[in-house]
């Protein structure tokens, strides 16, 4: 079964860090772009980040760029995002989801979702 | 960075009702755009690809239609699981931005 699983949310005070990783399985993780994207609770998918296939080339919003960094490791089949410098406003359920095949980029599969809560 | 803006933001329907649900864009972007579902407390699903290709295992009462800046989702005949937040996403350039959300409820 192809798959994604989400780990690593929790409660982090403002200004902490969190790590969050993407388990892949069912699928060969090395040849697909992945992404994160995040929900507020009550609010919209907020786009947050991407990393090519081979992690060479990476992709930030602004709203994250110089405090997260998306990374990778093809031989452990998992996707992570390290955040720094949390805020608030960064309190959200995270997914990962992945790249699917054609020139069309779209989003085919998707984690289940971890919850990071941003709170002193 | 470009804009998507679905409308309406919420809309209330009966089962069996045919369902349109817009999404434009704040500059051209072809082809590339996508449609999601999403329930309550679950990940998003993705229904639609290149603006009108039904993703794999979709129900055929799903379609989508559009190029250049205006596009649609329709709903031939709602069952009732279909009712869900949808989201359309651009994926002409990044960042591949979503839309806000068109919460479809039951009437």
């Known amino acids: 079964e192809v798959q994604l699983v989400e780990s690593g949310g929790g409660l982090v005070q403002p200004g902490g860090s969190l790590r969050l990783s993407c388990a892949a399985s069912g699928f060969t993780f090395s040849s697909y772009a992945m992404h994160w994207v995040r929900q507020a609770p009550g609010k919209g998918l907020e786009y947050v980040s991407a990393i090519s296939s081979n992690g060479g080339s990476t992709y930030y919003a602004n709203s994250v760029k110089g405090r997260f960094t998306i990374s990778r490791d093809n031989s452990k089949n998992t996707l992570y995002l390290q955040m720094g410098s949390l805020r608030a406003e960064d309190m959200a359920v995270y997914y990962c989801a992945r790249e699917g095949d054609g020139d069309y980029v779209a989003f085919d599969i998707w984690g289940q979702g971890t919850m990071v809560t941003v709170s002193s | 960075d470009i804009q998507m803006t679905q409308s309406p933001s919420s809309l209330s329907a009966s089962v069996g009702d045919r369902v349109t649900i817009t999404c434009r864009a704040s500059q051209s972007i072809s082809s590339y755009l996508n449609w999601y579902q999403q329930k309550p407390g679950k990940a998003p699903k993705l229904l639609i690809y290149a603006a009108s290709s039904l993703q794999s295992g979709v129900p055929s009462r799903f379609s989508g239609s559009g190029s250049g800046t205006d596009f649609t989702l329709t709903i031939s005949s709602l069952q009732p699981e279909d009712f869900a937040t949808y989201y359309c996403?651009?994926?002409?350039?990044?960042?591949?931005?979503f839309g806000q959300g068109t919460k479809l409820e039951i009437k």
């Open positions: 996403q651009q994926s002409y350039s990044t960042p591949p931005a």
